[in-house]
């Protein structure tokens, strides 16, 4: 049996903004040379996208340390830095 979601019989789901940031997006998508109801859909399927593979590099991270994989103290500090490079 599946858990009963609200969302799960919508054909459309309807998101308010305040005038300002209406404004905001009008702009944005106009600069992108798109209108804003497509702006907002595809910033949020990437924000949808990434949250998966950010999750799923969580779920292999901790599969590592269950497994008993460590970064040591000074890999960890090079890959900080390398990160934090320009």
Known sequence: MT???PLSNLKFMEVL???EQ???LSEIAHHEGTDPVQLVKNATLHLLE???RHREIIHQRI??????KFLEEEEMDARFQK????
Request: glycine letters at 4%.
């Open 22 to 24: 209406e404004a905001q």
């Open 3 to 5: 858990a009963y979601s």
């Open 50 to 52: 990434e949250d998966r």
């Open 63 to 68: 599969a590592q340390a269950d497994r008993g």
């Open 17 to 19: 903004f305040t005038p």
């Open 83 to 86: 990160m934090m490079r320009p």
